[in-house]
């Protein structure tokens, strides 16, 4: 016998074993399962995705500017909020949802033969690609607004990028299974069955399963159904009445920020300008109303007093044009990019008051940026610095 004989020896043996001792496609109990039960689980999958899909662009476009060009409108100031309140609730939706389309189908995992021929061992690749993908956009975006970051990537990037292969995979899987969607599709779901759940019964599971998942988790958001939302990641608990995330003794600013040595610099090429607090109070104020919303889905509106940026860039002879806001804060999330349009909204302040008092210190004291249909991640605390780009 040739080494290579040997290898096909065993592997046949363990096929043969793996044949004998894995669950068979009849073993399970039938009755609340059917192939019409899958496809309208599946029509609602699809339309929760293709939202958390479109919905998840927007949010990579608002941050990311592709080749540097700000596509991303200044108005309406709710739009980000909206979007991204969208893409967390259907990401929350699905997940239910996937689990009983699973559930579903989970018989024909175990389908004889195992490892049939080639095309075979390519379809059952191709499934196992697509609840990887999907099991890992959810879970990882759970985890996310969970605020777990067990791993070692960085989630955005990996989110966005599996973002795709998930879209890939359900797209060819809907190619390749359209003939059997369309006639399950038109078949009846709802078969009674004899004892056990009925297909309308688990139809109606997966649809309560998500609403409840929906309804538990979407007060940060809709702060009428807080009362009712017991697993919201955010409350309206915090200083003046806004959830904090990062505090500035977490991010170890407390002491520059509450200096006398503090100073706001704004600088246009060669031209700049250093503003303590008091000068900034002197400067005429703006009043909006403005959310901040968080890419974890949060967001909560707040009453917001400063000076315009525009103002603020009039200062040094600049007019509204692209710039960069800098934070006393050296991380991640020190410092944003204002779009030339931002820049000239009305809205768009270096707010030193918050909901009529002054400005929290974990709310960005001396002064924080906060501007319309803007990103939270991008309405940067603590600023030291405004920059013409
Ligand atoms: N300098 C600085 N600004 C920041 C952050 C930060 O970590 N550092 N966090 C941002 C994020 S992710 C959001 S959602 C908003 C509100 O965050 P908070 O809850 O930590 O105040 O502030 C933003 N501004
Ligand atoms: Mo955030």
Redesign the pocket.
Known sequence: MTPADRARAVAGRLLAEADQRLPREESFPAAARSIGLTARVGRWLGITFAICFVTGLASHLAQNPPFGIDVWPARPSWLYRLSQGVHVTTGVASIPLLAVKLWSVAPKFWRRPLLGGLLLALERGSILVLIAACGFELLTGLANVAQFYGWTFFFPRMHFAMAFVAVGSILLHIAVKLPVIRSALGQPAVTPAPGGWSRRGVLGLAATGSGLAVLTTVGDKIGALSPVSVFSQRTGA?PQG??????AAA?G?GGPATSDQWRLTVAAGPRSLELTRAELLALPQRRARLP?A???GWSFDADWTGVRLADLLALVGARPTRVQVI???R????RSVVSAQLAADPDSLVALSLNGMPLAL???YPC?LIAPNRP???????LSRIEVL
């Open positions: 915090g806004l959830p904090v995330n990062g505090t991010l600013v901040i968080c890419v974890e934070s006393l804060d991380g991640l999330y020190g974990d709310h960005g924080r939270g991640v991008l309405q940067t605390k603590w």
